[in-house]
């Protein structure tokens, strides 16, 4: 097994690319080893005592090493290399157990429920496939009209990034606002 690795913008996380799908359908993030706890996958790698978070998107995984780990990725990089290549030779899942369950999204009526079908659409054809270039992805959390805000939850390497700010105003709520008049702001929650 050849897993590739490739930078992204947030120089605390790697981007794995281990030739294989990893998610068929959404993304999972692990902010903590208690959250990972449902992937054995997760678990390998928050056995690593420098790992921070895991994210998983569709052909990639995301480490992110922790804030004040004093490694290097060119020491960090073999141990998870090998938790990863170990966990697919085994063949094991990638979750076990139930799933966890969603939390329910708000509901949108008339001119609101248009706008927000709208942001949904921009975020998934524009944004979603340049944030998993970086090994991250971005999640729609919600609308406000009467302040005309796009709530959103940047995940993988985004979560933490230091250009992450500069992406959201610069980059999404630009192109959200040519698009869509409605809205005027983007903030991440």
């Known amino acids: 097994m050849f897993i590739q690795t490739e930078t992204t913008p947030n120089p605390a996380t790697l981007k794995f690319l281990p030739g294989r799908p990893i998610m068929e359908e959404g993304t999972a993030d692990f902010a903590n080893a208690e959250a990972g706890q449902r992937s054995p996958l997760a678990t390998r790698l928050f056995a690593i005592p420098e790992v921070e978070r895991v994210f998983f998107g ?21 141990a998870v290399l090998g938790a990863i290549m170990e966990h697919f030779t085994l063949g094991l899942p990638l979750f076990e157990g139930e799933p966890a369950a969603e939390e329910a999204e708000a509901a949108y009526e008339g001119e609101e429920a248009e706008i927000v079908a709208q942001i949904k659409e921009l975020l998934e054809t524009r944004v979603r496939p340049a944030v998993a270039n970086d090994g991250g992805d971005i999640v729609f959390k919600g609308f406000d009209g009467g302040s005309g805000t796009v709530f959103v939850h940047l995940q993988g390497s985004c979560s933490g990034c230091p250009s992450s700010t500069i992406t959201l105003k610069n980059g999404i709520e630009n192109m959200l606002r040519h698009y ?6 983007v903030e991440a929650v």
Do not use: C, Q, Y
């Open 180 to 185: 869509i008049p409605e809205v005027s702001a």
């Open 58 to 78: 569709g052909d990639f995984v995301t480490v992110t090493k922790r804030e004040g780990a004093n490694v290097d990725w060119r020491h960090l990089k073999p």
